[in-house]
């Protein structure tokens, strides 16, 4: 979807539908609903009268103008109650109505930016919200589908600036928006690709490429490498696929030289059957996604590349597929990792965590300013915090409190489980330093506590996206299927830094 922003008024708009966003206890309409009204003879406010509209979260109306406007169509939508409207609650209407127009058949649409009397917030975050809302609704994988897909698609939206007066700073907004937006699709995009398809080598293939396109430095290490490192994690979480593992690490030099980079770490299994501690069959096609954390990574590197942000950011992705084999890894079997610590592997399922250490510890050899780790790495996630909340632990509190304040930003919001020294007492081994489970009680905390021994003395934050990486259905925003919740946190994250340097 391309989307662009003009100054223009929404009566004078050539476009085939026009939405208007409305909060359900407004006593008059607002200023930029006023002139459609009049130009339709008060129809707008017959409906809102009749009930027929009464403003509800994400409720929609069309009206047909019948000539009465340039616009073929009215599409209303509705935002709830004024004193609770957000950036968010705009974006989920935009996403909500992306995927109305897609309905009535129209290509196009327009819809002006609400004023101050709609939604308190800066024009420019407004623009980026609803850019972001739209082309996340408009989201659809069909890359399988036999014949292509010939249902309509939404290819444009124009976003009306009534009154403005900073244009520029409005077109930088939607640069942000479509950039982040983009991000998120590109990393469904890789999560939705089996797994015979998006193996290790593939994900490398895809890290090569964006390489090639922003002209990045790229270093992939393959099982030798990784071998001659002595990266004990990645290489027992490998031995029982075929597939190569493939130790991934992309690198974009948008700041000083002086400045110490972002690195971002993520969990990229490509398929997590459970190892030798084998999963349930039942919904184990979603471990195509368990390598949303290392999509997310790349996605967010590539942001950063497109909006030439001045930041260093170094984007790590241990990658591999996790399956039983004859030369698999067995539960008691123990494995030394990248920083020399021994690792007592007593489930085979907790993986994830055993490709982060070698991650973390490669990350932390590069002294950077901060080291930021997303993962979807436990169930226990799942059950703590269900599927509006990420996970959060670290070791800096301005480091979370920047990761707090960048996912109320982007509508991923996070929440903050504690990292207490005494959860490590159930990681203890009789036979190495530590096992790789915890136990039945607090598995998000001791798989974060795990995490923990390998980062040293840098700043850190772990991101536990398996409660929000997977919708069983459609929602505003969100496509069925892997949703690359998290990419848009990142992606912000990366943003607010730039704005200010360290």
């Given amino acids: 979807m391309q989307c662009r922003v003009k100054a223009g008024e929404s009566i004078k708009e050539t476009t085939e539908a026009l939405v208007l966003v409305g909060c359900e206890d407004e006593r008059a309409l607002p200023a930029v609903h006023r002139a459609v009204d009049k130009a339709l003879g008060g129809h707008l406010r017959d409906v809102r009268s009749s009930g027929e509209f009464t403003g509800t979260p994400r ?43 897609r309905q009535l058949g129209a290509r196009a649409f327009a819809a002006p930016l609400p004023g101050a009397d709609v939604v308190r917030a800066p024009a420019a975050d407004v623009a980026q919200a609803m850019v972001e ?24 939206m124009t976003l009306l600036a009534e009154r403005a007066t900073r244009m520029s ?17 590109f ?11 998006m193996t290790p080598s593939r994900v490398a293939r895809e890290a090569r490429a964006i390489a090639k396109d922003f002209k990045l430095k790229l270093t992939v290490l393959d099982r030798k490498d990784q071998e001659k490192r002595r990266m004990g994690g990645l290489l027992g979480v490998s031995r029982g696929s075929q597939e190569m593992p493939q130790f991934i690490i992309l690198e974009y030099a948008g700041g000083r030289k ?10 990229t299994v490509t398929f ?18 368990d390598m949303t954390g290392g999509a997310e990574v790349l996605a967010a590197v590539r942001a950063a590349a497109q909006l030439r942000l001045p930041v260093n950011v170094v984007g790590i992705l ?36 055993l490709i982060l250490a070698d991650g973390l510890a490669y990350a932390a050899r590069l002294k950077p300013a901060c080291i930021v780790d997303v993962a979807t790495l436990t169930g226990a996630c799942i059950v703590a915090l269900g599927q509006f909340a990420i996970g959060m632990m670290g070791n800096d509190g301005a480091l979370k409190a920047a990761f707090t304040n960048a996912g109320e930003q982007a509508g991923e919001r996070v929440w903050e489980m504690p990292l207490w020294e005494e959860y490590f007492e159930q990681l203890k081994s009789d036979v190495a330093d530590m096992r790789n489970i915890g136990g039945r009680g607090a598995g998000m905390i001791t798989a974060g506590m795990f995490l923990s ?30 949703t690359a919740a998290g990419t848009r946190l990142l992606v912000q994250f990366l943003i607010n830094r730039a704005e200010r340097p360290r």
């Fill in 59 to 101: 409720q929609s109306v069309v009206m047909h103008t019948r000539g009465a406007l340039p616009a073929k169509r009215v599409l209303l939508m509705g935002l709830g109650k004024k004193r609770d409207v957000t950036l968010d609650g705009i974006r989920q209407a935009m996403g909500e109505a992306a995927k109305r127009v």
């Fill in 133 to 156: 809302g739209a082309m996340l609704g408009n989201y659809r994988f069909t890359s399988y589908r036999s014949g292509g897909d010939k249902s309509p698609t939404v290819r444009a």
């Fill in 169 to 185: 700073g409005l077109h930088a907004a939607v640069r942000r928006g479509e950039v982040s937006a983009g991000a998120t699709a």
């Fill in 187 to 197: 990393a469904r995009d890789l999560c939705n690709h089996p797994a015979n398809v």
């Fill in 258 to 267: 002086s400045q110490r980079p972002v690195a971002l770490v993520g969990k």
């Fill in 272 to 289: 997590d059957s459970g190892g030798i501690s084998l999963k349930p069959s039942e919904n184990m096609e979603q471990m195509k996604a």
């Fill in 318 to 353: 241990p990658a591999t597929e996790n399956m039983p084999g004859g030369r698999a890894t067995k539960p008691g079997d123990i494995l030394t990792m990248l920083n020399g610590a021994t690792v007592e592997v007593q489930n085979t399922d907790a993986e994830g965590r």
């Fill in 453 to 482: 021994r390998f980062v040293g003395e840098c700043p850190w934050v772990h991101l536990d996206i398996a409660s929000t990486d997977w919708s069983a259905s459609e929602r505003p925003c969100i496509a069925k299927g892997p």
